[in-house]
């Protein structure tokens, strides 16, 4: 079985800055692309970034230039770097992963969130 667990999240003040960080655990045989979603409240569930084992990524267009995601194979973590943070930032974020337990079989995985408050 494999875990996700995020860390990182709290309050900041608009224009702020602060950094997510996802750890993954357990027995698999290797994660593919791995990627941050938030949820805010009455909101829908939407993908922030997104990259893959080879170092491609995508971001949504709200966060371009403001934030920046990366990861550390050999760790199986996976960051999310924020700034210059807007209210509208404020969310719980969730690390996800595409993770194969046994060799060509890819199961989804997601952490328990982690509270983003941007706020004056």
């Known amino acids: 079985q494999v875990q996700l667990v995020e860390s990182g999240g709290g309050l900041v003040q608009p224009g702020g800055s602060l950094t997510l960080s996802c750890s993954a655990s357990?027995?698999?045989?290797?994660?593919?692309?791995m990627g941050w979603y938030r949820q805010a409240p009455g909101k829908q569930r939407e993908v922030v970034a997104r990259?893959?084992?080879?170092?491609?990524?995508n971001y949504a267009e709200s966060v371009k230039g403001r934030f920046t995601v990366s990861r550390d194979n050999t760790k199986n973590w996976v960051y999310l770097y924020m700034n210059s943070l807007k209210p509208e930032d404020t969310a719980v974020y969730y690390c996800n992963a595409g993770v194969e337990v046994v060799a060509g079989r890819e199961y989804g995985s997601w952490g328990q969130g982690t509270q983003v408050t941007v706020s004056s």
């Open positions: 357990g027995i698999f045989f290797r994660i593919n692309a």
């Open positions: 990259i893959t084992r080879g170092g491609i990524t």
